[in-house]
């Protein structure tokens, strides 16, 4: 019984009570809707799930400083995988994302959402005594490089989030306002540059946000569907499992990229408020633990971890409900998939190993 119960503390020393209880609930809440969207894929979900939570549990007990030593060849490794992608990656529906190892196919730019805010943290962490105007700049490269191997495939929504990622721990870090403000000047600038520079299928899907009534049964059917769905719910939703948008398919990709329009219709606005509830804690949580954290690079890591969850769910919102373009972001936690659920829980993993070693910094 007394080994039963050292494994069990072992087991459980470097989880956040705080964190794993928030995760539980979204974990619980995906399968509630991915069972009730497409219930041929819960068993998969809850697979998904298990693998996750084992991932979690082991990044909780490697220590801060050993991931940041582990940053640089991470982050080398990931840019060599999307040049690969680049040379010799598979072709899936117009797009080059894959790399075929014969055994396994990987997708590269799933390991930069990871891998590049851990590498900016482990930069400014080493220059941290003499921070300079250049260092910044270094940071910037250190950012654009992967970020436009990522679009050219072309993957949008990855290459935003792994963007994002960067630009928070850049951010974080002390980037000057005035340099923000001038990128701000110098996009808005650029975005005729920039619009030319698009695919076809990326300006149809601005277009789309503008006028989805365009072409109702075409491109602007996600849209269309999505918002007569989440408006149909109402205040108390129709009940699970009684989504007419939902349950006669009208929703496309409803297990996936437009799992919150199923939320919205079954459960309604008080559905969303809860779900709204749990992430702004889990927000709320991740930022306390960077205020808390005992190095910069551990600050910069959970700080930018915090404003992922925040970017996948509002952009994933926001496209659902139609205030911005459909660009493939998964609902964080609860959209149904392998890939995503476990890069986000490696991200939990992080800040429970950041916050477990706060406390034995102050002990």
Not at 152 to 163: F, N
Not at 337 to 345: D, E
Request: proline letters at 5%; charged letters at 10%.
């Amino acid at each position: 019984m007394n080994l039963i119960r050292q494994w069990l503390q072992r087991l459980v020393a470097p989880i956040d009570p705080v964190l794993m209880l928030l995760t539980g609930l979204l974990f619980a809440y995906a399968f509630m809707a991915v069972l009730s969207a497409s219930p041929e894929r819960a068993g998969a979900q809850l697979m998904n799930t298990a693998i996750a939570l084992v991932v979690m549990r082991a990044l909780a007990a490697v220590p801060p400083q050993r991931l940041m030593h582990l940053a640089p060849p991470i982050f080398v490794g990931g840019v060599f995988l999307l040049i690969c992608v680049a040379l010799f990656g598979d072709i899936s529906k117009g797009a080059r994302r894959w790399l075929n190892l014969g055994f396994m196919r990987i997708q590269p730019s799933e390991l930069m959402k990871i891998a590049m805010p851990l590498m900016l943290a482990w930069y400014f962490q080493k220059h941290e005594a003499y921070l300079r105007l250049r260092d910044f700049g270094v940071a910037a490269v250190l950012l654009l490089v992967p970020t436009a191997l990522i679009a050219r495939q072309p993957d949008l929504g990855t290459a935003i989030l792994v963007l994002a990622a960067g630009f928070y721990v850049i951010f974080f870090a002390g980037l000057p306002w005035k340099i923000i403000i001038g990128m701000i000047v110098a996009a808005g600038a650029a975005a005729p540059v920039a619009w030319g520079l698009l695919h076809d299928y990326q300006r149809d899907r601005i277009m789309t946000l503008i006028d989805p009534e365009k072409d109702p049964l075409g491109k602007g059917f996600h849209i269309i569907q999505s918002t007569i769905a989440i408006g149909s719910g109402g205040i108390f939703g129709k009940g699970w499992g009684q989504g007419t948008q939902t349950q006669l398919e009208f929703i496309p990709e409803r297990h996936t990229d437009f799992i919150f329009a199923v939320l919205s219709e079954e459960l309604g606005l008080l559905g969303n408020l809860f779900l709204l509830t749990l992430y702004a804690l889990l927000i709320g949580r991740c930022l306390m633990i960077a205020a808390n954290a005992a190095t910069l690079f551990s600050r910069l890591m959970a700080g930018a971890i915090a404003m992922i969850f925040f970017t996948y769910a509002f952009v994933n919102m926001g496209m659902v409900s139609g205030i911005l373009p459909v660009v493939g972001v998964p609902l964080p936690f609860i959209s149904y998939g392998g890939t995503a659920l476990v890069t986000l829980s490696v991200g939990i993993g992080i800040l429970m190993s950041i916050h477990r070693n706060r406390m034995l910094v102050q002990k």
